[in-house]
């Protein structure tokens, strides 16, 4: 793999990315979170667990979720950053939506990623916002909106697919001016259990693009499907798999709600490494 030139230096090692919902209907934490006291207090326990990053979504994009406005959305998440942003300065804020509007407001509260699920098809804005903050962006791959998005993905191959459109969502987001560009192939986003088994399987190809990878399968519905209908709080082991077998193939974080258990397997990866090249 060779790196873009604008590889973060906070990237030089794999990392974990927390995730916090300030919404009442997320798949997996909806409502455990949305008071800024409680948010708060998360994120102080994700910091103590060992994330780098937190990623702030105030809108579900869980299959079949309705979409939420603007000023709803801004009004869940931006007092979450501002307060945030100032009691972890050592943090890396991540501002999880698909609208311009709220990407700004949370670059003005001081957030340092933008993370567009929707890989700016649905507001290519956020790229010249990324390029104007200096703020790094994440582009994902979804085939349709979250409300739909599952009811019948299809694809011819699915990994070509999904690089070709990585390649090019990233080559448009640096004409515009950004440096700093992460990609995603956005695990379970218009996605059937055989097309993410087909990403897993194919991540030397996603690997071998000049961006860091993320990689978000946390508690998702695939994992329920291979271990015979596990309920969401049952899929911890089938996350840690998932995301271990994508730091082999080098993933560079790794999306997760069990922050703890997600930064202890990376401290056992690079541990590894460290050894193979010592």
């Not at 667990?49 to 869980?62: H, K, P």
């Not at 202890?264 to 193979?276: K, V």
């Amino acid at each position: 793999m060779t790196k873009s030139r604008y590889w973060p230096k906070w990237l030089e090692k794999p990392c974990v990315m927390g995730v916090l919902n300030v919404t009442p209907d997320s798949f997996s934490d909806g409502g455990k979170y949305n008071s800024l006291s409680g948010a708060m207090k998360r994120i102080e326990q994700m910091q103590r667990e060992g994330t780098l990053i937190i990623d702030i979504g105030g809108e579900s994009t869980r299959p079949g979720s309705e979409p939420v406005n603007a000023a709803e959305e801004i009004a869940r998440t931006e007092p979450v950053f501002r307060e945030a942003v100032k009691q972890f300065p050592d943090l890396i804020f991540s501002a999880d939506t698909m609208k311009a509007e709220v990407a700004r407001a949370a670059l003005d509260a001081g957030a340092h990623i933008i993370n567009d699920v929707s890989g700016l098809q649905k507001d290519p804005e956020k790229a010249a916002l990324a390029a104007e903050y200096n703020a790094s962006l994440v582009i994902m791959h979804a085939q349709g909106v979250p409300k739909t998005m599952q009811q019948n993905p299809t694809y011819t191959n699915v990994l070509e697919e999904v690089k070709s459109f990585l390649v090019k969502q990233s080559k448009l987001a640096s004409e515009m001016g950004v440096k700093s560009i992460i990609v995603d192939p956005g695990i379970g986003f218009g996605k059937t259990l055989a097309h993410n088994l087909s990403l897993f399987h194919g991540l030397e190809e996603l690997t071998s693009l000049p961006y860091p990878l993320l990689m978000g399968a946390s508690r998702k519905s695939m994992i329920g499907k291979l271990l015979d209908g596990r309920e969401t709080d049952g899929r911890l082991a089938g996350t840690i798999a998932l995301h271990y077998h994508a730091l082999m193939y080098g993933a560079q974080i790794i999306r997760v709600h069990d922050v703890q258990e997600a930064s202890d397997s990376i401290r056992i990866f690079s541990a590894i490494q460290d050894a193979a090249t010592s």
